[in-house]
Each structure stands twice: as C-alpha cells, then as structure tokens.
C-alpha cells in the first residue's frame, strides 16, 4: 500500500536491500539472484527483500516458485497491493515503473536508489 514503504522504511534496524521486479522481467532475475549472493557474503548481512510489482505470490502456488526460483533466496518476497503508480510514487518520485528497481536502504532511514543493478561500490557501501 501506498504508506507502507515509508513506515516500514524508517524502522529498518539492519541494512535492507528491495528489488522491486516483475515476473515478465527478463533482466530482473540475474539482478535478484546478484544482490543476493552479494548479500550473503556482506558483513553486515542485509536483508534482501524482493517486492513483485505485477502479481502476488501464492504460499501454495508450486507453478509459481517453480518460474521463479531466483525469489527463493530472498528473505521475504513481498506484492503490491493497491494502485500501482501510487506506490512506485511513494517510493521513488522519479520511478516511472522500470524494472528491475532497487532500493538500499541504511537503518535510520537513509536510501539508495538504483535502475537495474547497483554498483558493487554501493552495495560495499
């Protein structure tokens, strides 16, 4: 929803890195898996967080993970619910909707926005 990533943002106590993706998206795959191998052997250990922008997963839905793998080692894989260009608005005025879309974000509120993959220099950051 539109005020979620705002709240849910600023009381981030570990590092978080948010790849919003899309299931149609041929490049966001590579980008998900990336960050979060990059993830792991960072030392602060963020979490990485991958947000579908087209559809929600189902718990249940074998057909789904078996599409998207990539997702399973994300520490949550999350949807949007609501209207969609709200959201993306709320959480970077600038993204018309791209993909992959990611989101560094520091404790205490600080981000990082990125089209397609961050630089290793931002993530060591």
């Known amino acids: 929803e539109v005020g979620t990533f705002s709240q ?8 978080t890195w948010v790849v919003f993706t899309a299931t149609w998206c041929a490049t966001c795959p590579a980008v998900v898996s990336d960050l979060i191998r990059a993830a792991r052997q960072h ?6 967080w ?18 998207h793998a990539h997702l399973r080692g994300a520490d949550r894989v999350l949807g949007f619910e609501g209207i ?10 600038g993204w018309r909707g791209t993909v992959p ?6 404790p205490g509120g ?3 926005l990125f089209s397609g993959q961050p630089p290793a ?5």
């Open 121 to 125: 220099s931002a993530l060591q950051r």
């Open 8 to 15: 849910w943002r600023s009381s981030r106590k570990r590092p």
């Open 84 to 93: 969609p260009q709200a959201i993306r608005y709320a959480v970077d005025p």
């Open 43 to 48: 030392p602060q250990q963020p979490v990485v």
């Open 101 to 106: 879309h990611v989101a560094l974000l520091e």
């Open 110 to 112: 600080r981000m990082a």
């Open 50 to 67: 991958a947000v579908l922008t087209d559809v929600a997963p189902g718990e249940e839905d074998a057909r789904f993970w078996s599409r």
